[in-house]
């Protein structure tokens, strides 16, 4: 693997990810409560859950795109700073890949590769685009560099959205079902390139209900029901042997579709 693309090791702290005690409130919706989780270097925890649980409110909270009322959170080792510069330095450390694929319309699938590392980490612009080609080949869109997200399938610009996220960097990927609004065919394309990223030793934290996914590539799964995390387990465990009886019932309503 090509170095540029590597995990960047840090320091020995075995925490890449760590939540304690976050809680988190939209009005009187107690939308995080009291969240305790850690995810370790290299590790890929699948979240899982019914809808309005907090999944996503939880994926924002660790980007910072959402704040929280209280509790910690920190990226290895580093609380998250409120604002300004820092701010964009722990955005570029944790990438994040939404259910809409969030590219810029107006700019080349390249371009839309380029940007941040050119921007934020100060490439020039032959690095940046040298950088951008071999993140494209390696999520399979290489051939479609000069083309604009319009052009693209939606598993194709999922996986420019993956490439981009990929060219900062990032210490932690967050996926928050990334293959939800997309058409079945396309679905598994998009599953291969995060399963290959998860073997490659990319930490990650990934909102999908796509099983096989979870069964293949995660070392946990973590079910959220109404702000909580009611159990967590291996992937094997929780899919057969689920033990709280929300767990069950929402396995009982996807397994059953
Ligand atoms: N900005 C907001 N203002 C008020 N309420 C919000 C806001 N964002 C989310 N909520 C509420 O918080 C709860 C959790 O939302 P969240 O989007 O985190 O759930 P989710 O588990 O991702 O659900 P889904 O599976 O449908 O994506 C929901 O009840 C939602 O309506
Ligand atoms: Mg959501």
Redesign the pocket.
Do not use: A, C, I, Q
């Given at each position: 693997m090509d170095e540029a693309f590597q995990v960047s090791a840090g320091s020995g702290a075995t925490a890449l990810v760590s939540l304690e005690h976050v809680n988190k409130h939209?009005?009187d919706?107690h939308?995080l409560n009291d969240i305790n989780m850690t995810v370790k270097r290299g590790e890929v925890v699948v979240v899982i859950?019914?809808?309005?649980?907090?999944?996503?409110?939880?994926c924002r909270a660790i980007n910072r795109l959402e704040s929280i009322d209280d509790g910690n959170i920190t990226i290895d080792g580093e609380e998250l700073p409120a604002e300004g510069k820092s701010l964009a330095h722990l955005r570029a450390d944790v990438g994040m890949v939404f259910q809409s694929f969030n590219l810029f319309a107006h700019k080349t699938i390249l371009e839309n590769v380029t940007l941040g590392p050119i921007k934020v980490r100060k490439l020039s612009k032959s690095q940046a685009r040298e950088e951008g080609m071999e993140l494209l080949k390696r999520v399979g869109v290489d051939n479609q560099a000069e083309k604009y997200p319009a052009q693209l399938s939606g598993g194709q610009q999922q996986r420019v959205a993956i490439a981009r996220s990929l060219a900062m960097h990032p210490k932690v990927m967050l996926f928050?079902?990334p293959t939800s609004a997309l058409d079945p065919e396309m679905i598994n394309e998009v599953l291969d390139v995060m399963t290959d990223l998860a073997k490659e030793g990319m930490t990650m934290i990934v909102?999908t209900h796509e099983m096989g996914f979870a069964r293949k590539a995660a070392n946990r799964v973590v079910f959220?029901a109404d702000?909580r995390i009611e159990e967590e387990n291996t992937p094997e465990e929780f899919f057969t042997n689920a033990q709280s009886p929300r767990a069950k019932d929402f396995l009982s309503k996807i397994l059953t579709h």
């Open positions: 939209f009005g919706l939308v859950g019914p809808s309005g649980s907090g999944k996503s409110t939880l928050d079902e909102v959220m702000g």
